[in-house]
């Protein structure tokens, strides 16, 4: 059980050029989430996902685009990676079960460079 | 919107003593609380978690309080060891999809 992996670790990229992120859980959570993090802040929610071919807004959706077309992956895509876009991004699934809500589970982080 | 925020950025504490890490909210309508631990180049982990519909709960070492009355959460670790040196972020759920995180407390722990 490997619960949630990210890839890749770590990427730098030109101003312009496109990336995809790569996000999977194995512990079939229907629930999945892209945040950012930068220096000195929180994370913040860029978009999720409450089930398989679904996805939705989060905080800081602008220049991201977001695609869970299999339940256990869930893809971040950058289309013209800006320097602002500089960040750790992280994955996180979580299970649900009615209204009770559950404890999102965090992958190791993807450090992004923009040039 | 409504956020969550730390009282302080920084807590030094020597090896052995007791931990308070603090965190206020604003949002009334907050029901559930998580705290994590997040290690230098490490995701968050989750610590503990606590619902609206209690005031303490304990865990292995730690213990979370919630304070409605006025919109305060607390994360006590007990006996602080090196180990236990990183970033703590609280985060309230209350939208039902996503986490609203603070912007975390580093934990020093001294010899």
């Known amino acids: 059980n490997a619960g949630v992996t990210q890839t890749p670790k770590f990427r730098v990229l030109k101003t312009g050029q496109s990336m995809t992120l790569l996000c999977a859980q194995d512990m079939n959570h229907e629930y999945m989430y892209w945040y950012r993090q930068d220096p000195g802040m929180g994370l913040r929610l860029i978009h999720y996902?409450?089930?398989?071919?679904?996805?939705a807004k989060g905080e800081v959706p602008d220049g991201y685009n977001v695609s869970r077309l299999k339940k256990q992956n869930f893809l971040l895509g950058l289309e013209s990676a800006a320097p602002s876009q500089t960040s750790v991004y992280f994955c996180?699934?979580?299970?649900?079960?009615?209204?009770?809500?559950?404890?999102?589970?965090f992958g190791p982080g993807t450090r992004l460079l923009v040039l | 919107g409504e956020s969550v925020g730390l009282h302080l950025p920084t807590l030094s504490v020597q090896e052995g003593d007791n931990s308070i890490i603090n965190c206020a909210y604003s949002n009334s309508a907050s029901d559930y609380f998580i705290w994590y631990k997040q290690e230098s180049g490490k995701g968050p982990q989750f610590i503990i978690d606590?619902?609206?519909?209690?005031d303490k709960r304990q865990g292995q070492r730690v213990t979370v309080l919630l304070n409605k009355t006025v919109k305060h959460l607390s994360l006590q670790i007990a006996a602080t060891q090196p180990g236990d040196s990183a970033v703590y972020f609280c985060a309230e759920e209350n939208s039902g999809y996503a986490l609203n995180f603070g912007k975390g407390t580093s934990l020093l722990v001294t010899p």
């Open positions: 996902s409450v089930g398989e071919g679904t996805t």
């Open positions: 996180a699934s979580s299970p649900t079960s009615g209204r009770r809500r559950e404890t999102q589970y």
């Open positions: 606590i619902r609206s519909n209690m």
